[in-house]
């Protein structure tokens, strides 16, 4: 096992646009769990270290120990590697198949927000149609009345035009009684 000084990160950066979210997740499922190891490794503050896997752009694939409080204000700062370093072949072969690891969760991500998006336009768009057709419906209630209005109202006028002629009719034979009897 070797001791390192510097902090390697299975989620250093590395590649190209991706985000950081889908970095921070284990690239692989572990096969065992960090602690379910044997013999026990214990760091500096007497726990158990849990044993990771780097994915980082010098170490990937290399599993390591750490303080199990690392990045927290109780962290020993232990650090150790378990596997001894890849050839650079392996190395270069790991970094690829993270690279496409990445680049697959970060497509699946784009894909199922743009799944979201669409979902969230059609049932606006749904809503939009429901209230559409209510408005429609309204305008042709609305247009069925104004024609019964407007029935009424011509059939109203001709009638009173028909009184108007009946009434001058009147007046017409009136005056001309008074000026035949004059
Ligand atoms: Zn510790």
């Known amino acids: 096992m070797v001791a ?3 902090q390697g990160s299975r989620i250093s950066a590395g590649s190209r646009g991706v985000c950081g979210l ?3 997740r284990p690239l692989v499922p572990y096969r065992e769990g960090p602690l ?3 013999p026990t490794v214990v ?3 007497n ?3 849990p044993r990771w896997i780097s994915w980082s752009d010098d170490n990937p694939g290399r599993r390591y120990y750490r303080c199990s409080q690392a990045r927290t204000d109780g962290d020993c700062g232990f650090y150790v590697w378990y596997d001894p370093d890849h050839t650079t072949f392996m190395k270069n072969l790991l970094l690829d198949l993270r690279n496409a690891v990445w680049e697959l969760r970060s497509k699946a991500e784009e894909i199922a927000e743009l799944k979201e998006i669409n979902d969230l336009l059609s049932s606006e768009n749904k809503e939009k149609v429901l209230v559409v057709m209510a408005q429609q419906k309204d305008l042709e209630e609305r247009s069925q009345q104004l024609a019964l209005l407007a029935n009424k109202i011509s ?3 001709s009638c009173s035009l028909f009184c108007c002629g009946f009434v001058m ?4 034979l009136f005056f001309g009684l008074m000026l035949g009897a004059m």
Do not use: T
Not at 169 to 172: A, D, F, P, R
């Open 4 to 6: 390192l000084s510097s």
């Open 169 to 172: 009719l009147l007046v017409g």
């Open 155 to 157: 059939s109203r006028s």
């Open 43 to 45: 760091c500096v503050c």
């Open 47 to 49: 726990r158990k270290a």
């Open 36 to 38: 379910a190891y044997e």
């Open 22 to 24: 889908l970095r921070s």
